[in-house]
Every structure is written in structure tokens, then in C-alpha cells.
């Protein structure tokens, strides 16, 4: 078995009810410093002439044109000075990367994104892991501060020149998951968490061309094959997603989030006895998921076995007790198994988790019709419902029933003549009060 990589912290996470597994992003913001702009001013006052952000860039890439090899370093500050005098420490770190570029051929600026960044022709990323590892241990002694570093080089992959300071900057990023001082070479890991980055920022393009990138470095990393099949998934690229949520199992067969995946995508496609199979083995690896138990419970309301539902609605409802899809899907087993005060119960928690939930204020309204409530709350559930979903005819034909009962017989035809527009038959209802309303207009 093919087992996870290991590197910063994961979460298991839920988009459109796909699993997967993401870098835990609040924890990089949190270690992220962010350094006062004075900082800055501090080093072009030591240093006037250093370039910086674009300018350093294209001059880097120009110096480097005729190198077939080279490295790249980017550096961020560990901590920020807590008063303006200490400023002079990072103007020292400036200053010891200049003669660290002085003894090594290098060239060094100021980078957007509050790094300095740093070019080395002929080294590799080995090269530069030693030389970065013999920098921050030069700092701490000279000058008690850290610095965390990214690492790349030059050729990798098919990334082109002016790529390789950018993958310094994602290998800084996964670097700083471990913390002040630390140094981290550009590889698959520093892509995922890359790819997860864009991807929580709904850039779905981007976070597939990152996961593909790792996986060019890493074509066993697990967790990025699924993350990969989740992006095809959420675009509806099925036949993507299938192929890799199934190379997730081949790696790993014990990897719930993708048996699970997988069973959504037939879901999707309308093979549900094939997805409750697989919805059933995810569960037997990892019995705490409210997306799986959540699942199974729908399907086998869908097919007609509310008592194998309730278990797992009911466990689903545990787990999240905050999600009101959940609720009403509860309220809607409850039903039909004939236990209407439990069904009531549960569409009202439906409704306080989410006030818009249109076919729980339908269904409230007539099971409050069913229990011989005040006429007017029930019409006023169902006409609510159908405000917030007006191209419903379930929805439609509830309410023309009940201004039916009421003898709104107007109100009633209308509701009754939308329904049947919509697909859901009301001609015998629409027959019925026309025959009413011509027999009252007669005075019959």
C-alpha cells in the first residue's frame, strides 16, 4: 500500500459533497508574517541600488539567459522587529546575502511578497540546500535572527526560466509549515499545497495544472491524485475523475475519500446501486463521515427503504448537527414511515439551519395541514416555498390544494394550471374547479 506523504498538517474537507484531503491553510496564514514596510525602506537605505519585484526579475532572467543550470533561493524573515532601532538586523540579513552572492557568483534583490530572493549559476537545488543551510546558521550566530527559505533550480521539469524564482516562492511556502529557520527544497508536496491554495481561492484551472505538475514529480503521491479527480468532478469531467479517484484506490486501497468519490461520480450519473456499494465500503473504513453516512441515508430513501435510512440519516445528523440538508431529508423518512410529529421536528431544524429550504417549508406546510393546523400557517409554509422556488410543481400543486380546501377556487387554479405547465399533473384538479367556478357563476 501506497501510503500519504508526509508534510504540513491536512484536513479532510467537502466541496459539492466531493472528499478530499487539503493543506491546512489557516495554518500557513497563521504562521505567514506579513513585515512592517519600514523594513523594506531599511534595506534600500543599506543598499539603494538593489533592484526590486519586476525589475529584479527580468534583470535576474537577462544575467541568466546563457546558464543551461542555475538555483534560486527566496528568503522571508522570521518574526518582525518589535521596534523601529532593530530595524538594522534586517538590513544585516541583506547585507549577508550580498556577500554570500559576492562569494558564490550570485545576484540578489528585493522580491514582491515580502522576500528577498536570491539567483546562483551552476548550482543545483542540493547546491543551494547546503548553501542556504550554512547561511541561516550564519545569521543566528551573527546576528540572532532566522530566516525561512525556498528552494529551486533550473532545469525542472518543463518549468521555463522565469518559473523558477516562483517555485522558490511555493517551496518558501512549505517550508514555513515547519516552522522559523527552516528550508525546504521545491518538489510534489510544495505543489499540493500550492494547488490547494488556488483551488480554495476557486481557481479550479490553476489547481489542476499545480496538481499535475506533482504529480510529474511524484506519480504515486496519493492524496494529489484524488485532490486531481476532485477538481474533474466539481467541472463535471467525469471520465477524468473516475480515472483518477481509480488510480487513488489502486495506490491505496484503504483511501476512503476517493471509494467514496468514486460512488458520488455513479451517483451523479445514475448509477446508484453501484454508488451505494461503494458509499458502503467508504464506510466501512471510516465509519465518522457525515458525507457518507449522509449519502447512504438518501439512497436508500431514494429506493424506497425509509427504515435503513433513518440509521443513517440519524448518525449523519450526529456528526453535523448544524446541516439542514440532512433535516430534511430525516423529515422526509420520517414521513414516510408515518411518524409525522418526528417529521414535523425535523423539518423545523431543517428551517432554522436554513430559513430558504423550500421543500422543508413545502412539506412543514402539509403536514401542518395533515394535523389539522390553523389553515393560514400551513398556506402561509407552502406559499413561502413556492416563492423561493417558483419553477417547483410539487410545490405548486401543494398549494392550489390547499386553496382548494379553503375555497379560494381562483387561487387554486391557478396554482393547479402552473403545476401542470411544470410537469407535475393537475389536469383533473384544473377540470374540477372550472366546473366549480362555472357552476357558481350560473348560481347552480
Not at 511524484?218 to 484524488?226: A, E, K, L
Not at 401542470?420 to 357552476?439: F, M, N, P, T, V
Request: a positive charge.
Amino acid at each position: 500500500m501506497t501510503k500519504q506523504k508526509p508534510g504540513p498538517a491536512q484536513r479532510r474537507d467537502s466541496t459539492r459533497h466531493f472528499l478530499y484531503s487539503k493543506t491546512d491553510t489557516q495554518d500557513l496564514i497563521s504562521k505567514k508574517i506579513s513585515p512592517r514596510e519600514s523594513i523594506w525602506k531599511a534595506v534600500k537605505r543599506r543598499f539603494p541600488d538593489a533592484l526590486s519585484g519586476e525589475s529584479f526579475i527580468d534583470y535576474a532572467m537577462d544575467w541568466l539567459m546563457a546558464k543551461e543550470m542555475f538555483g534560486a533561493m527566496t528568503f522571508r524573515m522570521d518574526g518582525l522587529p518589535e521596534k523601529d532601532k532593530q530595524l538594522t538586523k534586517y538590513a544585516e540579513i541583506a547585507a549577508s546575502l550580498d556577500a554570500l552572492c559576492g562569494k558564490e557568483n550570485g545576484l540578489w534583490g528585493i522580491l514582491e511578497d515580502s522576500m528577498l530572493g536570491g539567483c546562483f549559476p551552476e548550482k543545483d537545488e542540493f547546491d543551494c540546500y547546503r548553501l542556504a543551510r550554512s547561511f541561516q546558521q550564519f545569521l543566528r550566530k551573527q546576528t540572532k535572527t532566522t530566516v525561512t527559505i525556498g528552494i529551486a533550480a533550473f532545469p525542472t521539469l518543463s518549468y521555463k526560466k522565469n518559473d523558477i524564482l516562483d517555485n522558490a516562492r511555493k517551496a518558501l511556502e512549505h517550508a514555513v509549515f515547519f516552522g522559523p529557520n527552516s528550508a525546504q527544497i521545491f518538489d510534489a508536496i510544495s505543489l499540493n499545497i500550492s494547488g490547494d491554495q488556488l483551488y480554495e481561492k476557486g481557481d479550479i484551472n490553476g489547481a489542476i495544472e499545480e496538481f499535475k505538475q506533482a504529480l510529474l514529480l511524484d506519480p504515486s503521491y496519493v492524496n494529489v491524485h484524488n485532490s486531481l479527480g476532485v477538481c474533474y468532478g466539481v467541472k463535471s469531467e467525469f471520465k477524468k475523475a473516475i480515472k483518477e479517484f481509480k488510480t487513488t484506490i489502486a495506490l491505496d486501497s484503504k483511501e476512503y475519500m476517493a471509494i467514496y468519490n468514486l460512488g458520488l461520480i455513479n451517483m451523479l450519473s445514475g448509477h446508484k446501486d453501484k454508488a451505494l456499494s461503494l458509499f458502503t465500503k467508504a464506510n466501512s473504513l471510516a465509519e465518522d463521515v457525515f458525507e457518507i453516512r449522509f449519502q447512504i441515508g438518501k439512497l436508500y430513501l431514494e429506493n424506497g427503504a425509509p427504515e435503513k435510512a433513518q440509521k443513517f440519516l440519524e448518525q449523519a445528523s450526529d456528526l453535523n448537527p448544524t446541516a439542514g440538508a440532512v433535516f430534511r431529508y430525516l423529515g422526509e423518512c420520517y414521513g414516510a414511515m408515518g411518524r409525522t410529529e418526528a417529521a414535523v421536528a425535523a423539518y423545523k431544524k431543517a428551517i432554522k439551519h436554513n430559513p430558504s429550504d423550500a421543500a422543508s417549508l413545502s412539506a412543514l406546510g402539509c403536514l401542518f395541514d395533515q394535523q389539522g393546523e390553523n389553515p393560514e400557517i400551513a398556506t402561509m409554509f407552502c406559499r413561502e416555498s413556492v416563492g423561493l422556488s417558483p419553477e417547483n410543481g410539487l410545490f405548486r400543486h401543494r398549494l392550489g390544494q390547499l386553496y382548494l380546501k379553503q375555497n379560494q377556487l381562483k387561487k387554486a387554479l391557478s396554482e393547479f394550471k402552473h403545476a401542470d405547465r411544470l410537469g407535475h399533473d393537475a389536469s383533473e384538479y384544473i377540470k374540477k374547479i372550472k366546473r366549480q367556478i362555472k357552476s357558481r357563476a350560473s348560481g347552480l
